[in-house]
């Protein structure tokens, strides 16, 4: 039905279609290191684009408020089913459109409006989603923000301070932008010193977590939130989890938290779950537990580590020195270079990486100071520690050849250009996307690859 539809859209659509066709090609010969990225199977994106997603039934299975939900109801329960399996949750919600809804639900459901939360401050890599001003997380609730130490680590003991000052009902730990390990039970343990809910929002790290090599905030948190599509190789959404606490009271003392997060998402703040996305989480769940993820996952950590090691011997400014998991933070200020500029003169050359805050930086958000590595999809796509190396100085090259005009502007020598995009092809051509040989598929169907 699929293949049907993509030679439909061919005929019928040709100028769209190339277009999409346009953007595989695009996504096979870059070398992208957005750390918020993964790469789906095509079987994952088959499911996102499947006839499911003509369904219209709000509520849950077993309890629609329309009828012709037989086979969604099946196909969520089976969701849920595999999110529990995976993260060794006892309670999952898949409907959230995205991790912010999934916050905003949590959120919405644990405080009153005003109510005080406690959580990591953007400009030290926490999410909009976590209190920051710009958020609606910012403007309904009252929001506390913790920082990081002079090493650039999580500062622990100022979030006990601020909690105990503050008395949030919620913590949040989790970031967008920290290469190190999170403590979730140091968290549990400053939440338990307040009487405060931790929520953990492992948005970056879901696919490490999955598979062991972050530790797992699921019996630790009370709530767990994460995107789908990061590391879980999963489609555009979000997932709510919950372990132990599942049964714990909610701050009404009536409701569990599993009651209070099933009505925090609908219909407290959506409306119609995605059933084709959540079709495709479901794929995307069952794929997470197999061998290839967890191979996957380790090479992750690996090349992130040899990425890190290879920057920083060549002088480049690793934020804390190295990473734990899937990303490097480069700190620009050194080279009188914005974030923007390098992030332009590496896509320039084949190379994606995104420009990022760092803390104590002076520039605004579209401009930024440092730049923002990832692993996970030159991990999928099979590289390893001599990759790394190699990617390292293909960077490297750019950053230097790179002269900044202005913090928007720059001129980067054409031979240099052009060397780094030959070596980009060459390696993007040795390492393909992972299933996605487009000698194994008929040309029609290439698009939803
Ligand atoms: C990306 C991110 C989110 C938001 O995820 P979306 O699915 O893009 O809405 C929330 N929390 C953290 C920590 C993130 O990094």
Not at 42 to 54: C, E, F, R
Not at 241 to 250: K, N
Request: hydrophobic share 40%.
């Amino acid at each position: 039905m699929l293949d049907h539809g993509s030679a439909l859209l061919s005929r019928t659509d040709p100028v769209l279609a190339e277009l999409l066709d346009d953007e595989v090609a695009r996504q096979r010969t870059t070398l992208a290191m957005v750390a918020s990225a993964s790469v789906a199977h095509p079987s994952v994106l088959a499911a996102a684009g499947s006839a499911l997603s003509n369904v219209t039934a709000e509520g849950y299975p077993g309890a629609r408020y329309h009828p012709g939900a037989v086979w969604f109801d099946e196909i969520e329960r089976l969701a849920v089913e595999r999110a529990k399996s995976a993260f060794g949750a006892r309670y999952a919600n898949v409907q959230p459109h995205s991790c912010s809804s999934a916050n905003i639900s949590v959120l919405t459901s644990l405080l009153a409006p005003g109510g005080v939360l406690l959580g990591l401050d953007l400009d030290s890599g926490g999410h909009l989603t976590h209190g920051s001003a710009a958020s609606m997380t910012g403007h309904h609730f009252t929001a506390v923000h913790y920082g990081l130490d002079e090493a650039g680590l999580i500062d622990y003991d100022a979030a006990a301070e601020l909690a105990r000052a503050h008395r949030p009902t919620v913590i949040i730990a989790g970031a967008s932008a920290y290469p190190r390990t999170i403590d979730f039970q140091r968290f549990r343990a400053i939440a338990d010193s307040v009487g405060a809910y931790l929520v953990a929002d492992i948005s970056h790290i879901a696919g490490l977590v999955v598979t062991g090599e972050h530790p797992s905030p699921i019996d630790l948190a009370h709530i767990t939130t994460t995107s789908t599509y990061k590391q879980l190789g999963g489609p555009r959404g979000g997932l709510i989890l919950m372990g132990r606490e599942h049964d714990t009271p909610g701050p009404d003392g009536r409701s569990t938290l599993a009651q209070l997060m099933q009505r925090g998402v609908f219909p407290r703040s959506q409306g119609t779950p995605d059933p084709a996305a959540i079709a495709a989480k479901a794929r995307a769940l069952g794929l997470v537990v197999q061998p290839e993820f967890k191979q996957a996952a380790r090479r992750i950590v690996d090349n992130a580590q040899a990425l890190a090691a290879a920057l920083s011997a060549a002088g480049h400014q690793v934020l804390t020195d190295g990473t734990d998991n899937h990303m490097v933070l480069l700190d620009l200020l050194g080279r009188g270079m914005s974030g923007v500029v390098a992030e332009r003169a590496l896509e320039e050359c084949g190379i994606l990486a995104n420009r990022n805050r760092i803390p104590g930086d002076t520039r605004p958000p579209l401009v930024t100071s440092g730049l923002r590595l990832g692993t996970n999809i030159l991990a999928q796509r099979g590289m390893g520690a001599s990759e790394m190396a190699h990617c390292a100085r293909l960077l490297d090259k750019v950053l230097t050849a790179t002269s900044p005009v202005s913090d928007t502007r720059y001129r980067l020598p054409r031979e240099v250009r052009d060397q780094v995009r030959a070596a980009v092809a060459q390696l993007c051509a040795a390492f393909p996307l992972p299933c996605h040989d487009p000698s194994a598929v008929p040309a029609e169907t290439r698009r939803v690859l």
